[in-house]
């Protein structure tokens, strides 16, 4: 009974200072970016579209308890695309993106159009990935800031 105890996941992440949180938010900078071939998803909007469009890229999504509630939909979303969706407190989702209204996910590069992590030197604005989308939205792109 301890050891299932121990390997349980807790239902909140609650801890700004965890090595997870860390590594996550780390995903805003160029050089983790490049190393780990992941991006960092920020707001529900480009949250939204990524699970409902590119389900295959996402890793882990993370969802402040407010946001829960505001943006069922997005919820829902993200646990029809993975089994990683973490709900954490609001000082865990500052600390993860204090720009990304609680709201936040991994994603792999191949999210991207041309699959991969810009090179060093190139800008990640503007950068866009393609979204699989059905009439009669067909070909429309996401821009990824």
Do not use: F
Not at 15 to 38: D, I, M, T, Y
Not at 40 to 54: D, I, K, S
């Amino acid at each position: 009974m301890a050891d299932a105890a121990r390997n349980e996941r807790p239902s909140v992440l609650d801890n700004p200072h965890a090595e997870r949180v860390k590594r996550v938010a780390g995903l805003a900078g160029r050089s983790a970016r490049q190393r780990s071939g992941l991006l960092l998803v920020e707001g529900p909007q480009a949250v939204r579209e990524l699970v409902l469009h590119r389900a295959q890229d996402v890793c882990d999504v993370y969802l402040g308890e407010d946001a829960l509630t505001r943006h069922v939909d997005i919820a829902r979303a993200a646990r029809a695309a993975t089994p990683w969706v973490h709900t954490v407190t609001e000082d865990v989702a500052r600390a993860l993106s204090r720009d990304a209204q609680g709201v936040v996910a991994v994603a792999r590069a191949s999210a991207l159009v041309g699959g991969a992590v810009p090179p060093a030197g190139e800008p990640w604005s503007g950068r866009t990935w393609a979204v699989d989308s059905p009439p009669p939205r067909r070909g429309t792109e996401v821009v990824v800031v």
